[in-house]
């Protein structure tokens, strides 16, 4: 019974491993052709790099008609961080009245709220154009951004919600013995106490937001302005599939932040994940 | 005015802190709702009048617009290949990681990764390759000495190729099975073990009834998410909608609609079928879980 026991489990190592591995190879092989010379990239199915260059990730850098990458990277990182600082102000806000606050109406609103999850993107899409288009917003980024700080990514409304429903009550009713008003008691204890949630709220709207592609394409089109989304597409689209040594090293670089953010933030993006089901 | 000021005694608080979303919820939300469902009714080119159409745009996509119709069933074709694949290979996954092995945050990890970059362009430009003449795919192919196509920009194939691009992010549904594997008390295990019950026994009596309600909740999350996929096909594709429309996923139908030909009217109305279509298969899942799904009471 033991050693039948054992082999079971040794199986189960096996399978998980070798899929595992099977699972991660083409990112594997992606970053190892990344330091390939491009005329061997197709004739090596292999890892380890049987001659080793950097001459992809230098030409590949250089980009488009004139445009680096560096200013893609740029771009992406103002319109993140933008993003992350409007969420965190405005759904905590939001989130707040939710879970602290009894006002008119709060079943019907939040239950609104709620509703606003599910909701497919599309079917807002062109009247939100047609908005931006009013406003003289085309190619600009403020399609981008302002609707962050309007709290409308409802998720992390929800996400907060359920966190500050799981703190104390004391220390707002001490406080409110003190003299604070809802005001003070936000900034004063619930946001320092939120710090988890806000984090989380953060490192996704990093990811979705770095990793976004349709509302990038629709709203951008002045190569100038191209986060890096849209930079590897326009990359993609000049380069055809003749340069695929540089096509892979952008593409590499460009999975690194988020990559990097994974390996920092694991305990909390996997926590995240499972506890509300938020999708990676 | 005493009830006014009774309501702003009762509400300053909460208007001051629900207003960034108030406006947010109003000017993104319930109103582009409402003008986007009276723009489906109309013909709009963002720069000339609206003209009142009636209901003949959705009269042309049900009857005229072969393009839609294909749109429709690659879609389909996607979600119901995509998800019962992404459903079976999270929660085997999930079942083996979860027999007590050691490292596994280490393969947890490994599992998530492709979850957390699949939806980039980086991925879909890797996919393009793996699955192109000279690709990835091939050469693992040829040593086998089977000679593969070009998978990607073959009509009968490249759908495929999105839909294991999609089977490939089953991270995700597959943390939250562990999470909930991690839910079911030992005791039960402990005391039917005691009755006599076996591995499988227990596998089919506690395990998977128990799971139940996660298996819904990820069937209904990844078959919303499904109906929406965007970014691959576009990338793959390069815009087009594939060789001979074979990945011309609704929403990217929806944009040439909208943004390339500039019908706003038409596009609208898509994005209304959309909300129906995926309305009406939510609905379904849910009449449908009353039969198989466990809540405890």
């Keep these: ?280 | 005015m005493p009830v006014i000021k009774k309501l702003w005694a009762k509400n300053k608080y909460a208007i001051f802190f629900l207003s960034p979303w108030f406006v947010g919820v109003m000017v993104f939300g319930a109103i582009p709702m409402l003008v986007s469902l009276y723009l489906s009714f109309t013909n709009y080119d963002l720069i000339q009048n609206r003209t009142w159409v009636g209901t003949a745009n959705y009269a042309e996509m049900f009857l005229d617009d072969a393009r839609y119709k294909k749109a429709v069933m690659v879609t389909l074709k996607y979600v119901f290949f995509g998800v019962p694949l992404v459903l079976a290979f999270s929660l085997s996954v999930a079942l083996l990681l979860n027999r007590g092995i050691r490292g596994l945050s280490v393969y947890r990890a490994v599992y998530y990764i492709p979850s957390l970059l699949g939806g980039s362009v980086a991925i879909a430009i890797l996919w393009r390759q793996v699955f192109g003449r000279d690709g990835l795919f091939n050469q693992v192919l040829a040593v086998f000495g089977i000679e593969g196509t070009s998978w990607i920009s073959n009509p009968s194939y490249a759908l495929y190729t999105l839909i294991a691009l999609k089977v490939w992010q089953f991270g995700s549904p597959m943390v939250i099975f562990l999470a909930g594997l991690r839910q079911i008390p030992r005791d039960v295990y402990e005391s039917s073990s005691i009755d006599g019950a076996g591995k499988i026994q227990q596998f089919f009596t506690i395990t998977l009834p128990l799971l139940t309600p996660i298996i819904f909740f990820n069937m209904v999350m990844q078959m919303i998410n499904a109906f929406q996929a965007f970014t691959q096909a576009y990338v793959i594709g390069g815009g087009s909608g594939g060789p001979l429309d074979s990945i011309l996923f609704y929403t990217l139908y929806l944009y040439q609609k909208a943004f390339q030909e500039f019908q706003m009217g038409y596009a609208s109305a898509m994005a209304w079928m959309l909300l129906a279509i995926i309305a009406v298969c939510t609905a379904v899942l849910f009449l449908t879980a009353k039969k198989w799904v466990y809540y405890e009471s």
Aim: aromatic share 16%; proline share 5%; with cysteine.
């Design chain 1, 1 to 280: 019974m033991p050693y039948r026991k054992s082999r079971s489990k040794w199986m189960i190592y096996v399978i998980v491993t070798a899929f595992a591995l099977v699972m991660i190879y083409p990112l594997l092989w992606m970053i190892s052709s990344s330091f390939k010379p491009q005329s061997i990239i197709f004739r090596d199915m292999g890892l380890w790099p049987t001659s080793f260059t950097l001459e992809n990730y230098k030409a590949g850098w250089r980009g488009v008609s004139g445009i680096s990458f560096t200013t893609f990277y740029i771009n992406t990182l103002m319109i993140v961080a933008l993003a992350i600082i409007g969420n965190i102000l405005t759904c905590s806000m939001a989130a707040y009245a939710f879970s602290r606050i009894d006002f008119t109406l709060k079943k019907t609103l939040f239950a609104a709220m709620l509703a606003t999850i599910m909701l497919p993107y599309h079917v807002v899409l062109i009247p939100q154009y047609m908005i931006f288009h009013q406003l003289g917003w085309i190619n600009t980024y403020y399609p981008l951004i302002v609707p962050k700080f309007l709290a409308t990514d409802a998720f992390f409304i929800f996400l907060m919600v359920q966190f500050i429903r799981g703190l104390p009550q004391e220390l707002d009713q001490a406080a409110i013995v003190d003299g604070c008003n809802p005001i003070q008691i936000y900034k004063r204890i619930t946001l320092p106490l939120l710090q988890p949630a806000l984090v989380t709220t953060s490192i996704f709207t990093f990811i979705w937001t770095w990793n976004d592609f349709f509302s990038q394409l629709i709203y951008i089109s002045t190569p100038r302005l191209f986060t890096i989304s849209l930079g590897l597409r326009m990359f993609l689209d000049s380069e055809g599939t003749s340069n695929w040594g540089s096509m892979f090293a952008m593409s590499t670089l460009s999975l690194v932040p988020v990559f990097l953010f994974f390996i920092f933030f694991q305990r909390l993006i996997i926590d995240g994940i499972s506890t509300s089901g938020l999708k990676g």
